[in-house]
């Protein structure tokens, strides 16, 4: 496609409910990302994957929270017995190798999760 | 750990005017920077980034931002606003260790140009 791609681009769950968010990148993108975005706030990082491994989950809040991507192409957040406090727009973002610093980072337009 | 304080939650211009959006970062490493711009609907794009090369960065749109070891700033400015600027900005600031893939973003200050 022509961008990363997220879908639902809304979501509304009830609290105990899980979700998931998808998030398609650029075709051929090595690294993806996910950023979490509360209300009023700034990104902050949740999780990265090389092709499908992932690397590096140490921003993921709690275990309630799970990310995939088996085939080094889509990836999935799942948030599981979801509260409140995990209401905020989930970012995805891609880069085409494996950095950010010599190239650019590609962000979708994110899902807004809204918990009740 | 590595920080960035942005200054302003809030600015307004005219159009024609000098817009300054002010970064301070704090990294115990040689930082790498990033302004982000964040436009209703749409996904975060890079405006320009710094990662140690000249300390005047050119960017998009005619924005630039220095980078001040000094001052541990990394403030973004354009001459003459345009009404199509005004959007929500993001400073961010990666490291030059082992996880420089991760930004760090300040909490976003949002630009208002009136006619």
């Known amino acids: 496609g022509a961008g990363v791609s997220q879908s639902p681009r809304y979501k509304v769950a009830k609290r105990g409910q899980d979700v998931a968010l998808r998030c398609d990148p650029i075709?051929?993108?090595?690294?993806l990302f996910w950023y979490q975005q509360a209300l009023g706030q700034g990104p902050e990082f949740l999780t990265y994957?090389?092709?499908?491994?992932?690397?590096?989950k140490s921003g993921l809040p709690s275990d309630r929270f799970f990310a995939e991507r088996p085939e080094g192409s889509v990836s999935t957040l799942k948030i599981q017995r979801t509260q409140q406090e995990d209401s905020a727009v989930y970012l995805c973002?891609?880069?085409?190798?494996?950095?950010?610093?010599?190239?650019?980072?590609?962000f979708g337009s994110g899902t807004q999760l809204s918990v009740l | 750990a590595q920080s960035v304080t942005q200054l302003g939650s809030h600015v307004s211009v005219s159009e024609g005017a000098l817009v300054l959006l002010r970064c301070n970062y704090s990294?115990?490493?040689?930082?790498?920077l990033f302004w982000y711009v964040q436009y209703p609907n749409q996904g975060l794009q890079l405006l320009l980034k710094?990662?140690?090369?000249?300390?005047l960065v050119k960017g998009i749109n005619d924005f630039e931002a220095e980078f001040k070891k000094s001052e541990t700033s990394f403030h973004l400015t354009k001459p003459s606003a345009h009404m199509s600027d005004a959007a929500e900005y993001f400073c961010?600031?990666?490291?030059?260790?082992?996880?420089?893939?991760?930004?760090?973003f300040g909490k976003g200050t949002l630009l208002t140009v009136n006619p």
């Open positions: 973002a891609s880069s085409l190798t494996n950095g950010i610093l010599n190239e650019k980072l590609f």
């Open positions: 075709s051929g993108h090595v690294s």
């Open positions: 994957f090389q092709n499908e491994a992932q690397l590096d």
């Open positions: 990294s115990s490493v040689p930082p790498y």
């Open positions: 710094y990662t140690s090369a000249a300390t």
């Open positions: 961010a600031v990666s490291n030059s260790g082992g996880s420089n893939y991760k930004l760090t």
